[in-house]
């Protein structure tokens, strides 16, 4: 299992934290932000298929800004598994 920690950019949370195994996402957590929000969207993805969540999250937006903390956990995701 491998372990990715990612600093996210222009977003309330500071940290993105997950465990990559066999292409599967687990123990998602998210530091700052929306602490219910980004929960909820750890519980959610685990044990899903990374691609498949990166490519479900990925251009989310949050208000005015270009991206979002679900946004930044795909771009984490696309970093790893391309």
């Known amino acids: 299992m491998e372990h990715v ?3 996210p ?3 309330c949370s500071i940290q993105i934290d997950f ?3 066999d292409g599967k996402l687990y123990n998602v957590q998210f ?3 929306c ?3 980004l929960k909820a969207i750890g519980r959610l993805v685990e044990g899903k ?3 498949e969540v ?3 999250l990925r251009g989310n937006t949050c208000g ?4 979002s903390c679900a946004d930044q956990l795909a771009r984490a995701i696309d970093g790893k598994v391309g």
């Open 19 to 21: 465990d990559l195994e």
């Open 49 to 51: 298929d990374a691609k």
């Open 54 to 56: 990166a490519g479900i």
């Open 5 to 7: 920690t990612f600093t």
């Open 31 to 33: 530091i700052g932000g």
């Open 9 to 11: 950019k222009g977003v």
């Open 64 to 67: 005015m800004k270009g991206t």
């Open 35 to 37: 602490n219910g929000n």
